[in-house]
């Protein structure tokens, strides 16, 4: 399995507001090999930074991209799905009974939801309240989303096992067509080796390791 190691900062001294420009950032290890294992194209760079300290842990998302896609027809499971996002799902084990899924767009509008086996989705499930926070920024050439997660909320679903976290981190880009329908680019940190895109797989997941 990948292996993204997250630094520790102290408490209280990160305070995220979507710009994404804290110095604080420095501190962590950039990510930036995604991959789009079911498209011919090379996707735009992507960076993915993460921290933590005792209370939360933090993930910086800076996606260059030109031309965001966002479906503004409303709020729901079905406008953020047809939106380019960043994700991230998180497990206890490799079994995803359950696991825990975040979709975030550039607005940031939140999909948040609970996931169990052959993509059984539940959307009237939600993280609890004042444990997840997403903040974003729209520029030129890029957006940024920066999230904090309660360390308290990942304990209480057993997703910390000693100082690992197993998680998968992708993004969805949305690409007009000449139709001028827009279909997805599904890019992902791990390649999950199957014929056709599937983030929901246990092969997709990597591991944050709590420096």
Not at 149 to 178: C, H, P, T, V
Request: glycine share 2%; with cysteine.
């Amino acid at each position: 399995m990948k292996n993204y190691n997250v630094n520790q900062i102290e408490k209280n001294i990160l305070q995220i507001d979507g710009f994404g420009n804290n110095p604080i950032w420095n501190n962590a290890a950039v990510l930036t090999d995604f991959v789009s294992p079911w498209d011919s194209i090379t996707p735009d760079k992507i960076e993915l930074r993460a921290l933590w300290d005792l209370d939360h842990i933090f993930f910086l998302y800076k996606v260059y991209d030109g031309d965001i896609h966002i479906d503004k027809t409303d709020d729901t499971v079905e406008s953020i799905a047809k939106s380019d996002r960043v994700e991230i799902f998180f497990r206890k084990d490799d079994l995803l009974n359950p696991y825990y899924c975040l979709e975030i767009d550039p607005e940031p509008r939140i999909l948040d939801f609970i996931a169990y086996p052959d993509r059984q989705f539940d959307y009237d499930w939600k993280w609890p309240e004042k444990h997840l926070t997403a903040k974003s920024n729209k520029q030129k050439d890029f957006f940024t989303v920066e999230i904090a997660i309660s360390i308290e909320s990942l304990k209480n679903f057993n997703l910390i096992k000693g100082n690992k976290i197993e998680a998968g981190l992708y993004r969805a880009k949305y690409i007009q067509q000449s139709n001028l329908d827009y279909e997805p680019v599904w890019i992902s940190w791990i390649n999950p080796n199957t014929e056709t895109p599937n983030f929901h797989i246990a092969s997709s997941f990597g591991t944050l390791t709590l420096m």
